[in-house]
Structures are given as C-alpha cells and as structure tokens.
C-alpha cells in the first residue's frame, strides 16, 4: 500500500507567518509522530498521537507550535507566528501502534524562514 | 532520561569492503527496541534493522548486521559489502516507553 505522505514538499515563508504541514500516515497506523531535523542534525521529537488517547505534547518546543489529528488519519502541524530558528525539515512517522515501535517514515517537509 | 550517542560523526569505507557504525545508549529499563535508520539525500529515512533487547541473538538483514551488547548498552551496525549505494546518514534509535529517541547520526561515505 501507500507510504506516509507529507505535504507541502517545501515550503518558503516570511518571519512571523503562520504555516500549516500536512501528514498522511498509512492506513491502519493508529500511532502518528511528528519530528524536527535541523541542518545536519539529528530528529528531535515534537508530538505523538496514538489512536483516541490524548497526544504526547511533551516535545513541542513552544506554545506557536500545535499539532491535530483526526481519528486516526491526517495529521498537520501548525507553526504560528514562525521564526528563523523554526527552519529546518519536519519529519512525520506513524506505526502500527505505539509499543510497535518500527517507524515509517514520510519524506519531510522542508520549511525555511526568510 | 534515556540517551543515545553516536560517536563517529563522519564514517568512510571502500566499495565492498567492510565498515562498523558504533552507538551506545543509556535506559534504566529492561524492555525496548533498538534500531538503525539509513536517510539518504532525499531525507527518505528507511528503517535498517531492528534488535528487540529480550533477543540475545543479534539481528542481521542481508549486508546489515548488528553487535547488540546489552550489558555494555552498545549496539553496533555493520555494513559489509559496501555499495555506493550505502552512502547516507545513519541513525541509531532507541524506543522504550512509548518513546523513540534518535541519536545524531553518522554520515557513511563510500568510495568507488
């Protein structure tokens, strides 16, 4: 079947913009995580949903950030008011469930700040 | 907190020969998983192998095996046979409590 999908692919905004990044996971993956790779770094966990329960906010690095889920399908994540430092690719992975562990993996947005 | 450190930033092998990628983490748990991730430059991240740490046998995926030292809390990636195809960013991960940690990569290089 189909992979994770994310969308925009990249995506250019102007400091202090809001901007919205769309996640598809596959179908039947109850868990949807969210992460951040800066230049050359590693993956930083933002947010993890599993099926209905309350979502894993303890990665978010500040209230502009928020991330929705419907169910368990699409996914976006919201950065307000963006900033330079919020420039960097976001990564989204969704799993069976959560104690299933093997994450697939979209191919990322990049976002850049000017 | 759990931690996973990668320590080779920068990694080099010949094509076909045979190269070890080094990660050691820190949990005070006894169940998880470990895995390796390979993120080529279309940032697509691909999982490698994985090794749940109740197995003492270590995993092995076709060229990709693994050294799983659960006392030692190290868990090593060899890559033998390199291709060229093999060059990327290497991650090592650790997932416990509902928590996947990532440490900050190795980059392989492979030379023709």
């Known amino acids: 079947g189909a992979g994770v999908s994310q969308s925009p692919s990249n995506k250019v905004t102007e400091k202090g913009k809001d901007v919205e990044l769309r996640c598809d996971p596959i179908s039947g993956h109850t868990a949807l995580y969210w992460y951040r790779q800066r230049l050359g770094q590693g993956l930083e966990f933002l947010i993890y949903?599993?099926?209905?329960?309350?979502?894993?906010k303890s990665g978010l690095p500040s209230d502009r950030f928020s991330a929705e889920r419907t169910g368990e399908s699409v996914s976006t994540l919201t950065i307000q008011r963006t900033q330079q430092e919020d420039s960097a690719v976001y990564l989204c992975?969704?799993?069976?469930?959560?104690?299933?562990?093997?994450?697939?993996f979209g191919p990322g947005t990049r976002l850049t700040v000017t | 907190a759990q931690t996973v450190t990668q320590s080779q930033p920068e990694m080099s092998v010949q094509e076909a020969e045979t190269v070890t990628l080094s990660c050691t983490y820190d949990t005070s748990e006894s169940d998880y998983y470990l895995f390796w991730y390979k993120q080529p430059p279309s940032r697509q991240m691909i999982l490698v192998i994985r090794q749940e740490a109740y197995k003492q046998q270590n995993a092995t995926e076709n060229r990709f095996s693994v050294n799983f030292q659960k006392a030692a809390k190290s868990f090593s990636l060899k890559i033998s046979d390199s291709q060229l195809g093999d060059a990327a960013m290497y991650f090592c991960a650790y997932a416990g409590g509902f928590k996947t940690i990532f440490g900050a990569g190795t980059r392989l290089f492979v030379k023709a």
């Open positions: 992975a969704s799993s069976l469930e959560v104690r299933s562990y093997e994450q697939y």
């Open positions: 949903f599993q099926g209905n329960s309350a979502p894993d």
